[in-house]
């Protein structure tokens, strides 16, 4: 299938419109028309109802490889480019937010660094398509287990750090005066849902046996001060890694002791790595 066909017809069916993914690719509307009667010939199958514009059962079929063909065309651009023309000075490091531990923010430069926060599945793509030179992910694990990550592009994963966990509680919490916690007497508890700032829920019902741990509130922003803060108003608990955890006003942070949880941060990387991104990579891996 010609890749330029397939842009055109995720486009469409994304936009439903044919005039308005003719806008946004920058074709005529008869091109884009073109486009698709040529895939769907090419597939010997209709792909889209044009009123409405939607996808038939073969569309449907078609879009859930197209995302991940596309990327990968992307990626392989980008590793490409990336070899032949690597700056160096400057780097993009795409992160989640508590995964700047004090190692990273140690290992910083400071001139030419552009910090990215993104979603934790969002980071893998933009590794892999070159809009982020490095990347740096977290979340829950075992003690030396990796971490379950997207698998989009032919990436190099390499660990630089695990710490303990801590349940983040208001400061008149009963649970406060507990030396630690097991995550099996949480299930019930009123927590935050703050997939872009905290470690996900998910993670917490993955370890706790997939049932339980419902929200109370949801933030969908990634400032950290802003978590914490629901955290001490008592809207909800949340576990953060040991070094952020602790001395947060008016919480307390109680350490998680079953099952037992690490906090493990990755480093992202595609190819080879020059300029700034090579010295970074090897300041968060010395010693690891």
């Known amino acids: 299938m010609d890749p330029h066909l397939l842009r055109t017809y995720v486009t469409v069916a994304r ?7 003719a806008r946004e690719l920058g074709y005529t509307q008869s091109a ?25 059962a073969a569309g449907e079929r078609l879009l859930e490889h197209a995302g991940p063909l596309l990327l990968r065309l992307d990626a392989a651009r980008a590793d490409v480019v990336r070899l032949a023309s690597a700056p160096e000075h400057g780097l993009t490091l795409a992160v ?84 630690g916690l097991r995550l099996g007497d949480l299930v019930d508890a009123r927590w935050l849902d703050a997939p872009g700032a905290g470690l996900p ?9 997939g049932t339980g741990f419902r929200s109370a509130l949801r933030y969908e922003g990634t400032d950290l001060h802003t978590l ?7 809207h909800g ?23 037992r949880l690490v906090h493990r941060t990755e480093l992202l990387y595609g190819g080879g790595l020059r300029g700034a991104a090579a010295a970074l990579a090897g300041e968060l891996l010395d010693g690891v």
């Not at 884009?32 to 038939?56: F, K, N």
């Not at 914490?228 to 008592?234: D, E, F, I, S, Y």
Request: with cysteine; hydrophobic share 45%.
């Open 96 to 179: 989640t937010p508590t995964a700047l531990g004090p190692r990273t923010l140690a290992a910083l430069r400071a001139e030419g660094v552009t910090l990215r926060a993104l979603a934790r599945d969002e980071i893998p793509a933009a590794v892999a398509t070159g809009t982020a030179d490095l990347g740096l992910v977290d979340g829950l694990a075992a003690p030396s287990d990796p971490l379950r990550l997207p698998d989009v592009a032919p990436l190099t994963t390499r660990g630089v750090g695990e710490e303990p966990v801590c349940v983040l509680l208001p400061a008149d919490h009963p649970l406060t005066r507990r030396p």
């Open 228 to 234: 914490t803060t629901l955290a001490a108003a008592g």
């Open 15 to 21: 936009l439903a419109s044919f005039s308005e993914a």
């Open 201 to 209: 829920l998910a993670h917490l019902r993955g370890a706790g046996g």
């Open 237 to 259: 608990l949340t576990v953060l890694p040991h070094g952020i955890a602790t001395g947060v006003p008016g919480t307390a942070a109680v350490p998680l002791v079953e099952p």
């Open 32 to 56: 884009v028309s073109q486009h698709i009667a040529a895939l769907e010939q090419d597939l010997g199958a209709p792909l889209l109802t044009r009123r409405p514009v939607a996808p038939t």
